[in-house]
Nanobody, 126 residues
Framework: VQLQASGGGLVQAGGSLRLSCAAFGLGYYAIGWFRQAPGKEREGVALISSRGGSIYYQDSVKGRFTISKDNAKNTVYLQMNSLKPEDTAVYYC??????????????????????WGQGTLVTVSS
Protein backbone atom coordinates (compact mmCIF):
# COMPACT_ATOMS: atom_id res chain seq x y z
CA VAL A 1 0.00 0.00 0.00
CA GLN A 2 1.51 3.26 -1.09
CA LEU A 3 0.44 6.80 -1.90
CA GLN A 4 2.74 9.26 -3.65
CA ALA A 5 1.65 12.83 -4.25
CA SER A 6 3.42 15.06 -6.76
CA GLY A 7 2.92 18.09 -8.96
CA GLY A 8 3.09 20.96 -6.51
CA GLY A 9 4.95 24.16 -7.21
CA LEU A 10 4.82 27.94 -7.37
CA VAL A 11 2.14 29.58 -9.50
CA GLN A 12 0.69 33.06 -9.82
CA ALA A 13 -2.86 33.79 -8.79
CA GLY A 14 -5.25 32.79 -11.56
CA GLY A 15 -2.94 30.05 -12.75
CA SER A 16 -3.32 26.27 -12.79
CA LEU A 17 -1.59 23.19 -11.47
CA ARG A 18 -2.31 19.50 -11.70
CA LEU A 19 -1.48 17.26 -8.77
CA SER A 20 -1.05 13.53 -9.13
CA CYS A 21 -1.45 10.79 -6.56
CA ALA A 22 -0.07 7.38 -7.41
CA ALA A 23 -2.10 4.93 -5.34
CA PHE A 24 -0.80 1.37 -5.37
CA GLY A 25 -2.65 -1.45 -3.64
CA LEU A 26 -5.68 0.74 -2.95
CA GLY A 27 -8.07 -0.27 -5.70
CA TYR A 28 -11.11 -0.51 -3.43
CA TYR A 29 -10.50 2.68 -1.47
CA ALA A 30 -11.90 6.14 -1.94
CA ILE A 31 -9.15 8.69 -2.51
CA GLY A 32 -9.29 12.19 -1.13
CA TRP A 33 -7.18 15.29 -1.49
CA PHE A 34 -6.54 17.31 1.66
CA ARG A 35 -4.57 20.45 2.29
CA GLN A 36 -2.96 22.08 5.27
CA ALA A 37 -1.92 25.70 5.35
CA PRO A 38 0.53 27.02 7.97
CA GLY A 39 -1.17 27.34 11.34
CA LYS A 40 -4.38 25.75 10.13
CA GLU A 41 -6.00 22.36 10.43
CA ARG A 42 -5.89 19.87 7.62
CA GLU A 43 -9.01 20.09 5.47
CA GLY A 44 -10.43 17.93 2.74
CA VAL A 45 -11.00 19.52 -0.67
CA ALA A 46 -11.99 16.72 -3.06
CA LEU A 47 -12.90 13.07 -2.90
CA ILE A 48 -13.49 10.35 -5.48
CA SER A 49 -14.89 6.88 -4.98
CA SER A 50 -12.93 3.76 -5.94
CA ARG A 51 -14.67 3.42 -9.30
CA GLY A 52 -14.89 7.16 -9.89
CA GLY A 53 -18.67 7.22 -9.90
CA SER A 54 -19.02 9.49 -6.87
CA ILE A 55 -17.19 12.79 -6.53
CA TYR A 56 -17.38 15.42 -3.81
CA TYR A 57 -15.87 18.87 -3.34
CA GLN A 58 -15.63 21.35 -0.55
CA ASP A 59 -17.50 24.55 -1.31
CA SER A 60 -14.27 26.56 -1.32
CA VAL A 61 -12.99 24.76 -4.44
CA LYS A 62 -16.17 23.93 -6.35
CA GLY A 63 -15.98 25.12 -9.93
CA ARG A 64 -12.20 25.53 -9.75
CA PHE A 65 -10.84 22.09 -8.84
CA THR A 66 -11.54 18.81 -10.61
CA ILE A 67 -10.70 15.38 -9.24
CA SER A 68 -10.37 12.42 -11.58
CA LYS A 69 -8.76 9.03 -11.70
CA ASP A 70 -7.10 6.74 -14.19
CA ASN A 71 -7.56 3.21 -12.86
CA ALA A 72 -5.18 1.76 -15.44
CA LYS A 73 -2.42 3.96 -14.05
CA ASN A 74 -3.51 3.71 -10.40
CA THR A 75 -3.43 7.50 -10.32
CA VAL A 76 -5.79 10.15 -9.00
CA TYR A 77 -5.47 13.71 -10.28
CA LEU A 78 -6.47 17.08 -8.90
CA GLN A 79 -6.70 19.74 -11.57
CA MET A 80 -6.61 23.13 -9.90
CA ASN A 81 -7.63 26.19 -11.92
CA SER A 82 -8.14 29.84 -11.03
CA LEU A 83 -5.82 29.42 -8.08
CA LYS A 84 -5.94 31.95 -5.27
CA PRO A 85 -3.33 32.85 -2.64
CA GLU A 86 -5.56 31.21 -0.03
CA ASP A 87 -5.08 27.88 -1.84
CA THR A 88 -1.46 27.91 -0.68
CA ALA A 89 -0.87 24.78 1.39
CA VAL A 90 0.73 21.38 1.51
CA TYR A 91 -1.58 19.05 -0.38
CA TYR A 92 -1.95 15.41 0.62
CA CYS A 93 -3.73 12.50 -0.94
CA UNK A 94 -5.24 9.90 1.35
CA UNK A 95 -7.23 6.67 1.14
CA UNK A 96 -10.28 5.63 3.09
CA UNK A 97 -12.86 2.87 3.06
CA UNK A 98 -15.78 3.52 0.74
CA UNK A 99 -18.11 3.52 3.75
CA UNK A 100 -17.25 7.18 4.35
CA UNK A 101 -19.08 8.24 1.22
CA UNK A 102 -22.46 7.94 2.89
CA UNK A 103 -21.94 10.82 5.32
CA UNK A 104 -20.88 14.39 4.62
CA UNK A 105 -19.11 14.61 7.96
CA UNK A 106 -17.37 11.26 7.50
CA UNK A 107 -16.05 12.18 4.06
CA UNK A 108 -13.89 14.98 5.38
CA UNK A 109 -12.90 13.59 8.75
CA UNK A 110 -9.11 13.19 8.75
CA UNK A 111 -9.21 10.30 11.21
CA UNK A 112 -11.28 8.22 8.77
CA UNK A 113 -8.43 8.02 6.29
CA UNK A 114 -6.16 5.01 6.71
CA UNK A 115 -3.30 5.85 4.39
CA TRP A 116 -1.58 9.13 3.56
CA GLY A 117 0.89 10.32 0.99
CA GLN A 118 3.84 12.52 1.85
CA GLY A 119 2.38 15.85 0.69
CA THR A 120 3.30 18.29 -2.04
CA LEU A 121 3.60 22.05 -1.56
CA VAL A 122 1.45 24.43 -3.60
CA THR A 123 2.30 28.12 -3.37
CA VAL A 124 0.11 30.71 -5.05
CA SER A 125 1.58 34.19 -5.29
CA SER A 126 -0.57 37.30 -5.51
Amino acid sequence: VQLQASGGGLVQAGGSLRLSCAAFGLGYYAIGWFRQAPGKEREGVALISSRGGSIYYQDSVKGRFTISKDNAKNTVYLQMNSLKPEDTAVYYCAAASGSILGSTRARWRVANYDYWGQGTLVTVSS
